[in-house]
């Protein structure tokens, strides 16, 4: 395949990581995918499904693989970005020289995740339910129907983006401030990243 000129201006604007992102993305485009820019990063499909992005971050460079954790790993190489990622999972490197060293392992990880986008499996998310209901929150659903009804109203993903964000909090006194900030934007049917 070839690079795609919308995404250029990514990696030529990359300082510190510009020889390594040069070379993922060599890697990536030799496994066949098409390159586009989706969520202002490098995003490489195939058959229009996400397999994999670049992205970078202080520490390190990564491809990142959208159903990673269906993904064999027998050499302990995907890295689950945090304990809330549940799909995703990240070959991380740290220079050039490392990414030269596992370029055919993650070639190798890239065609099992074209292959398995392919087989039509999909990876199971946990539900809004499972995760943690912060007490502040449900202190305040159970007093307003307006607010239930309007939670509930969200897409599972703005749900889940907020009980996440609420829990994250470690006193009550924080939690119940967040939540207090957020209720006019759950009833206007807003997400916390809308």
Not at 51 to 56: A, K, M, Q, S
Not at 75 to 98: C, P, W, Y
Not at 139 to 147: D, T, V, Y
């Amino acid at each position: 395949m070839h690079s795609n000129k919308k995404v250029d201006w990514y990696f030529n604007q990359s300082e510190k990581w510009y020889d390594e992102l040069k070379k993922l993305r060599s890697i990536v485009l030799n496994c066949g995918l098409a390159e586009e820019l989706k969520w202002g990063v490098p995003c490489y499909t195939s058959d229009k499904a996400n397999i994999v992005l670049i992205h970078v971050f202080k520490e390190y460079c990564a491809i990142l693989f959208f159903k990673g954790s269906l993904l064999k790993n027998p050499d302990g190489i995907l890295v689950q970005q945090t304990k809330n990622v549940q799909a995703a999972r990240q070959i991380r490197f740290s220079g050039v020289d490392e990414i030269i060293e596992k370029e055919a392992l993650t070639k190798a990880y890239i065609q099992e995740a074209i292959e398995l986008e392919k087989s039509g499996v999909k990876v199971e998310m946990k539900t809004t339910n499972e995760f943690n209901m912060p007490p502040e929150f449900l202190i305040k659903l159970n007093k307003s129907a307006a607010l239930k009804k309007a939670f509930q109203a969200l897409t599972p993903g703005r749900q889940r983006g907020y009980l996440l964000y609420f829990s994250a909090a470690k006193q009550s006194a924080t939690r119940e401030a967040r939540v207090e900030k957020w209720i006019p934007e759950i009833l206007k049917g807003n997400g916390i990243n809308d």
